[in-house]
């Protein structure tokens, strides 16, 4: 079965630093992985995915994620934060050997303070 | 990408009546999905749509409590029948980026339910 976990509840960071906000992920076969944004009041976003290759991937608003496979983790980072970047942020697994269903993680709201 | 609009974006609704919520692609997708989200937290898939056959329920959710239509490839409409005060949500509908299992997905803006 599929599984997603985000540890942090809430991230709270100061505008200028690297955040990070965690995932960890249970899968069968190989994972697709992937970051999604909701602003207060608005729909969800795709920020970025990782299917095969480079373990670091580059997906929109300056975010990337590394791929480690050996510690099942996908953590979303950016080097510098805004404050704009301050939103709910969820991870998601799908399973690569079949299937479309896709599993999110409770989500993680990031604070970003000017 | 696809755009997805919703209706109504929300409403207020009694015990006991049922609401229907349309969902409204911009392409044609073989697959739709239906989430409940209660507000600021995960998103819960109820079902899976597809055209020309019956939707495919997730563990907790049931045909007669969330009757799915799918008449044709951009539309698709979720009811929620027999309201209660714990159907208040907000419920996404939501559709793949291509038929390959990596594409990402896009999201509708969400319909807020409150139930009185």
Redesign the interface.
């Known amino acids: 079965a599929q599984s997603v976990a985000q540890p942090e509840d809430q991230v709270n960071v100061a505008e200028g630093n690297p955040l990070t906000v965690k995932c960890t992920y249970s899968v069968s076969g190989n994972p697709y992985l992937f970051w999604y944004v909701q602003y207060p009041n608005r729909g969800l976003q795709f920020l970025l995915k990782y299917i095969t290759g480079d373990n670091l991937v580059k997906g929109s608003y300056g975010f990337e994620a590394e791929f480690n496979k050996s510690q099942t983790s996908f953590h979303l980072k950016k080097p510098s934060a805004l404050v704009s970047d301050s939103a709910l942020y969820f991870c998601a697994v799908r399973d690569g050997t079949g299937g479309f269903k896709t599993i999110f993680g409770a989500g993680t709201r990031l604070f970003v303070k000017a | 990408s696809a755009v997805i609009s919703q209706k109504p974006s929300r409403d207020i609704c009694q015990r006991g009546t049922s609401l229907t919520i349309q969902c409204q692609v911009d392409s044609q997708v073989t ?1 739709m999905f239906w989430y409940r989200q209660q507000p ?4 819960t ?1 109820i079902a ?1 749509a597809n055209q020309g056959s019956e939707a495919t329920y997730e563990s907790g959710f049931v045909i007669d409590k969330f009757p799915i239509s799918r008449p044709n490839l951009t539309f698709s409409t979720l009811t929620v029948s027999n309201m209660s005060p714990e159907d208040s949500s907000i419920y ?1 509908c939501s559709v ?1 980026g291509g038929l390959a ?2 594409n ?7 319909t807020r339910l409150t139930v009185l």
């Open positions: 697959m600021g937290q995960s998103l898939l899976t996404l793949h299992g990596y990402e997905q896009f999201f509708g803006p969400g």
